[in-house]
């Protein structure tokens, strides 16, 4: 069975980082391209970085310079490195595997991340 369990979240003021990590189990996480997504309240989730097995890391351009995915295939782990957090970064962070373009699996629970001044 495919999991995701997201953690790291919490309440930064701008300008603040947070590393955010995603455990992965039941599919071969070192061969996988994964992806971070987030989503807020009567939106829907959009990708934001996505994350290759060459260990690349390609946010969209709206958070490029800010966001940086990375992976730790020993530990089937995924993180993602924000720095210089917006008010507009607030929303709930998931991650999910890549397959032919879409997230291949059911999602986990996410993590809040909330950006206040």
């Known amino acids: 069975q495919v999991q995701f369990v997201e953690s790291g979240g919490g309440l930064v003021q701008p300008g603040g980082s947070l590393r955010l990590s995603c455990v992965t189990s039941?599919?071969?996480?070192?061969?996988?391209?994964m992806a971070w997504y987030r989503q807020v309240p009567g939106k829907e989730r959009e990708l934001v970085v996505r994350?290759?097995?060459?260990?690349?890391?390609y946010p969209v351009t709206s958070v490029r310079g800010r966001f940086f995915a990375s992976r730790e295939d020993a530990k089937n782990t995924l993180y993602l490195q924000i720095n210089n957090l917006q008010v507009e970064d607030t929303a709930v962070y998931y991650c999910?595997?890549?397959?032919?373009?879409?997230?291949?699996?059911?999602w986990g629970q996410g993590t809040q991340v909330t950006v206040f001044s």
């Open positions: 999910n595997a890549l397959r032919f373009g879409s997230p291949g699996y059911s």
């Open positions: 994350s290759d097995i060459d260990e690349r890391s």
């Open positions: 039941g599919f071969t996480f070192s061969t996988q391209p």
